[in-house]
């Protein structure tokens, strides 16, 4: 049986994922996990307190995902394209993580991970640009090569979603392919 604790993060972590940051409030979800709204402050002291929690459990648990997904042994530009493919496909499919981006959230998320120390510490984006660094580096990419591909990939991780698939239907395959092509064009 779920603690009260835990009910109140599935609860959280739930309305979150369909309303978005902005748009859930501590009584919905204090309602959704069958406790006060008083209760809830047993826990957290905030809704940012709340989201940024849970961002960071879903960072970690992400991050371990992709880490298991890839093939590390792989020559580099097999490497970089399972990192860029495999990242950006996460990343944009998990509306917690995409919540990073939120303006209001920022400024505090920012704060957290300037914070902590360690690998253990770091964003899903961050682990993702510094392990393409040392890929882009290893696969003997020259600096104005690098730079262009980290340019392009900065702009392909922040690109936003449509919001209704039917604005553009092909748009998670168009993507997926500008990136393979533009990793191979770019490892040439």
């Known amino acids: 049986m779920a603690t009260s604790k835990e009910a109140l993060d599935q609860a959280a972590y739930k309305i979150f994922s369909e309303k978005g940051y902005k748009h859930t409030n501590i009584a919905e979800i204090a309602k959704?996990?069958?406790?006060?709204?008083?209760?809830?402050y047993k826990f957290y002291k905030s809704k940012e307190a709340l989201f940024i929690a849970l961002y960071v459990q879903e960072n970690?648990?992400?991050?371990?995902?992709?880490?298991?997904?890839?093939?590390?042994?792989?020559?580099?530009?097999?490497?970089?394209?399972?990192?860029?493919?495999?990242?950006?496909?996460?990343?944009?499919?998990?509306?917690?993580?995409?919540?990073?981006?939120?303006?209001?959230?920022?400024?505090?998320?920012?704060?957290?991970?300037?914070?902590?120390?360690?690998?253990?510490?770091e964003t899903l984006a961050q682990f993702l640009n510094k392990t393409l660094v040392t890929q882009l580096h290893q696969a003997q990419l020259g600096k104005k090569k690098r730079k262009a591909f980290l340019s392009v990939y900065d702009l392909l991780a922040n690109m936003p979603t449509p919001t209704d698939p039917q604005d553009l239907p092909a748009y998670d395959e168009t993507r997926k392919n500008l990136v393979k092509y533009f990793v191979k064009g770019i490892l040439a």
């Open 60 to 121: 970690d648990r992400v991050k371990q995902q992709l880490k298991s997904q890839i093939d590390w042994e792989a020559k580099p530009a097999k490497v970089i394209d399972q990192l860029v493919t495999t990242g950006l496909t996460i990343g944009a499919d998990n509306p917690i993580l995409a919540e990073g981006h939120n303006p209001d959230l920022a400024e505090d998320l920012t704060a957290y991970y300037e914070a902590e120390t360690g690998d253990d510490q």
């Open 32 to 40: 959704s996990a069958n406790m006060a709204v008083g209760s809830f």
